[in-house]
């Protein structure tokens, strides 16, 4: 069941998701990104940075919009990112309510019952395991579990609190249908496979949510604050922030001599991981997030929220000041198993061969090691490993940013070495940049004598050059003769940002030397016709009165030819 991908018609294969996947899970295959779920670990990384907002993903608006209208008892399980979102939170419950949600309950209620968990196990496992992973993130989890295997025995087996609120629900009302609303993308994962009695039946993110406001004219601005019918207790109110360590837990933690850490975002969760593999990190519990500042910063926090910070500074002030100072509805856990267990989970790869990658790089134009950028503008960090991904089927050799602007740079000097016309490049201070080789021949001067000196050296006038820089527009078709060359030329100034410009000269010497040419037929056949004007003119006055008329015709057929010879051509 595909759950993500990328809209193909938009993406424009910038390879911006490519380089911030932490896991290069992106397939290039026609120019064109898709998500590969089997490498896949929903970060949402992909779906934050796409600038043409090419993401698409598996929409349960619908179904929920029905289940809404229909006579069952609708759930919506919050995440706690809500309180840090909206400057007034209780106005954003009274809203879901409104929407159609019987009963709108914060998932933080959960984290409660999973802290008890969380203890149990760590005085069960205190000294026989060198560390303890924390994380109600579904991305933490697919990380470990198809790229650090090794870790995943450290992974405390207790459900997310999403989960077990999820759980309590169901063990309350088996007909409950239980909707997850918050700004996480991962959470898809935990709704999965579709049935009836899951612990939770849909998911829809905050933007959806927002979106489902506006076409039911839901203005949350203008209704009555209201509190959620089921709430944590200020242990929990925090749960969505930076991976924040629960009280009880650090007590726990120090009475068996752990550390604590609270590490957030994938960079450095990568950072972590290499140094728990190596044993370098001591003994520790870690609570893990994927995103930088952990829910409150998931891929779908709503566009109308305040700003990261401000968020942030919001729950841990109302944690602080013991939530909604109200208790809401009590969950009986009473025979609910919140215990899971985790596995590793294969991802397919083959590793390449010296000589296969060899064959890539040699392909790519890579041929001996300086010819290796390494510069990750295709989204690798190194040109071996983007190899390794063109033989993965992952990448295509043509994403390389330096060979493609190497081959427009090519084509640009072709265009420049072999076209026929004068090229002159001159900067702000009238020197010579660079000449082309037709440049060369006419004016016989070597690129490298002439570059860095005046353009007066090759005798061209300076007035049309500092009239384009100063105007910072081109002048086009405007005939110049360079007598000292014998040279009459077209010329064309094109101004280039920076102050520099690129100057054409078309040889026109052999087309003006035939226009003068014909200038002088002309003007002899003019005096041939006067000549003959004249003449007919001194016989008609000895002969006037035998031809009349007709002499008078022959004049103005002669001077009608004179006129056509003028014009001709002009």
Not at 90 to 107: C, H, M, N, P, W
Request: glycine share 6%; net charge negative.
């Amino acid at each position: 069941m595909r759950l993500f991908n990328f809209t193909a018609d938009n993406c424009k294969n910038c390879n911006k998701c490519v380089r911030e996947c932490p896991v290069k899970a992106i397939r290039f295959k026609n120019n064109k990104a898709e998500i590969d779920e089997e490498r896949c670990i929903a970060c949402g990384q992909c779906f934050t940075c796409c600038p043409k907002h090419a993401r698409n993903m598996e929409n349960e608006v619908g179904i929920v919009t029905e289940m809404l209208a229909s006579d069952r008892r609708v759930v919506a399980c919050i995440d706690s990112a809500y309180l840090g979102s909206f400057k007034e939170p209780g106005k954003y419950i009274t809203a879901l309510r409104k929407l159609g949600f019987d009963s709108v309950q914060e998932i933080a209620a959960g984290s409660e019952r999973i802290t008890e968990d969380y203890i149990k196990y760590i005085k069960a496992n205190a000294g026989k395991q060198k560390y303890f992973i924390s994380s109600t993130c579904t991305a933490i989890y697919l990380f470990i579990q198809k790229y650090h295997p090794t870790l995943v025995k450290y992974l405390i087996p207790v459900v997310t609190p999403m989960l077990a609120l999820g759980m309590a629900i169901k063990a309350e009302d088996p007909n409950a249908y239980t909707v997850y609303v918050g700004p996480c993308l991962s959470k898809k994962y935990e709704t999965l496979p579709k049935r009836d009695d899951a612990p939770i039946n849909s998911l829809i993110t905050c933007e959806e949510i927002m979106r489902m406001f506006r076409r039911k004219f839901i203005d949350m601005n203008a209704l009555e604050a209201s509190m959620p019918d089921r709430v944590a207790k200020n242990t929990g109110s925090s749960y969505s922030i930076s991976g924040d360590v629960w009280p009880n837990i650090t007590e726990i933690l120090e009475e068996n001599s752990y550390d604590s850490l609270r590490v957030n975002g994938l960079d450095n969760v990568k950072n972590l991981f290499e140094s728990m593999e190596s044993q370098e990190l001591g003994k520790c519990y870690i609570g893990i997030s994927a995103c930088v500042e952990s829910c409150i910063n998931g891929p779908f926090i709503p566009k109308e929220s305040l700003s990261l910070f401000c968020r942030r500074q919001k729950i841990t002030n109302f944690a602080a000041n013991h939530g909604w100072g109200i208790e809401g509805e009590q969950i009986n856990w009473e025979g609910i198993d919140l215990s899971r267990s985790f596995e590793p989970i294969g991802v397919p790869s083959h590793k390449a061969t010296k000589k296969q990658l060899d064959d890539i790089l040699h392909r790519m134009g890579r041929n001996t090691r300086a010819d290796e950028y390494d510069c990750g503008a295709c989204g690798y960090n190194t040109c071996r490993e983007k190899a390794q991904a063109v033989f993965d089927g992952m990448a295509e050799e043509e994403m390389c940013w330096p060979n493609l602007r190497k081959k427009a740079e090519h084509k640009g000097d072709t265009i420049f070495l072999n076209s026929r016309n004068i090229i002159v490049l001159i900067d702000k201070e009238h020197k010579i940049q660079q000449i082309n080789p037709v440049a060369e021949r006419y004016f016989k001067v070597a690129n490298y004598d002439i570059v860095g000196k005046p353009v007066t050296e090759l005798g061209l006038p300076l007035d049309d050059y500092a009239y384009c820089l100063a105007i910072k527009k081109d002048i086009m078709n405007k005939k110049m003769r360079l007598d000292e060359y014998g040279l009459v030329v077209m010329q064309n100034i094109i101004y280039i940002e920076g102050d520099e410009l690129f100057i054409s000269m078309q040889d026109i010497t052999e087309e003006e030397a035939r226009k003068e040419e014909l200038d002088k037929l002309k003007m002899h056949t003019v005096n041939i016709a006067q000549n003959v004007i004249e003449k007919q003119m001194r016989v008609a006055q000895e002969i006037a009165s035998l031809l009349g008329e007709t002499t008078a015709e022959t004049k103005v057929a002669l001077n009608k030819l004179k006129d056509v010879v003028l014009k001709e051509g002009e």
